[in-house]
């Protein structure tokens, strides 16, 4: 694991940004896994804003996201192809961009065919993740066994209660999502993880403690090859 730290949150996205940056230019044609959340946000933004000035481009890339509330509609405002498109997809110029279905009738189809459309593409070549405050990547969530392949599963209770601040009071919030297996997230060839205030304090101190926690999702990184983890100052907790 190769760590490094920085002085805040924006500079944390200036380094991301540097290493999509780069992997453009060494392979135009790469396969992005990508994330949702608040912690991509500004790297997102700072992508935008390179594209925009002419120093990336996405035209002969593609990307996979790593997960997708289930059920929900592609157009509601919560669901990720709505965050990705309102982001990202809407503002650059990739030549393809898959998020899993949220609203498919055949849940164990759409993720046959997820697998089976990232192996056809030659597998991700650079893997964007955040982490839960549980330790989640993707919505693999801490277990005592772990999925290889892309799956529907149930949201643990911390989970729904750290994304409930989403959605509007009343409105129903998703318990099921469909997530890349591990499979997919350790084929590819590198992986970056951005890790952003304190709340996540705790699961980086247990990160580099260099151990493998089997309750702990993200801790099973460490086997990986090729695996980056930027850190802001305040998720360091200095």
Known sequence: MKIVTCDSYEDMSSAAADIFQNQL?????????LATGS???GLYSELVARFEAGLVDFSKSSSFNLDEYYPIKSTHHQSYHYFMEEHLFGKVNFASSRVPSGESDDPKGECEQ???AIEAAGGIDLQLLGVGVNGHIGFNEPAATYMLSTHLTELAQ???VTN????????????????????AIFGAKSILMLISGAS????VKKLLEYKIHTDIPASLLLLHPDFTVIIDKEALGT
């Open 25 to 33: 230019l060494k392979k135009p044609e790469s396969i992005f896994g």
């Open 39 to 41: 912690t991509p946000l």
């Open 114 to 116: 997820y697998d089976a």
């Open 158 to 160: 911390s989970t729904i």
């Open 164 to 183: 409930s601040r989403f959605f509007a009071e009343g409105e129903i919030q998703p318990t099921s999502a469909i997530t890349m297996g591990f499979g």
């Open 200 to 203: 996540k304090t705790p699961i």
